[in-house]
């Protein structure tokens, strides 16, 4: 298993702002794509977005298409998720993950199989 922790949620209005990182351990972080996932109360884990390990192209979930940004750090084994405009539909619980080292360097994997480590996730609780 390689250990990947995230930070940053917690609760904020609607129309706020928050910003998650997700911390990889490991020496080739660089060399996979990332992507965050979200699950909500009674709801299946959905997609949200996800970043090539070239940094070269990102994709969204149409829902929050133009509110959030995906980026990594290659240097720092990080990847964030910049969340913006939030709703109170955006409340969930939110995963990063690693895909499964198949993907070239400029394919964003989009669906949970495509991802074979998961962090233990974060609360995101978006208030009206």
């Known amino acids: 298993q390689v250990p990947l922790v995230e930070s940053g949620g917690g609760l904020v209005q609607a129309g706020g702002s928050l910003r998650l990182s997700c911390v990889v351990s490991?020496?080739?972080?660089?060399?996979?794509?990332m992507g965050w996932f979200r699950q909500a109360p009674g709801k299946e884990r959905e997609f949200v977005a996800a970043?090539?390990?070239?940094?070269?192209?990102?994709y969204y979930a149409d829902s929050v298409k133009g509110r959030f940004t995906i980026s990594r750090d290659n240097a720092k084994n990080t990847v964030y998720l910049e969340m913006s405009s939030l709703k109170p539909e955006d409340t969930a619980v939110y995963y990063c993950?690693?895909?499964?080292?198949?993907?070239?360097?400029?394919?964003?994997?989009?669906?949970?199989?495509?991802?074979?480590?998961w962090g233990q996730g974060t609360q995101v609780t978006v208030s009206s």
């Open positions: 993950a690693r895909d499964r080292g198949f993907s070239t360097g400029y394919e964003t994997p989009h669906t949970p199989y495509d991802y074979s480590a």
């Open positions: 490991g020496r080739t972080f660089s060399r996979y794509a």
């Open positions: 970043i090539a390990w070239t940094n070269a192209n990102t």
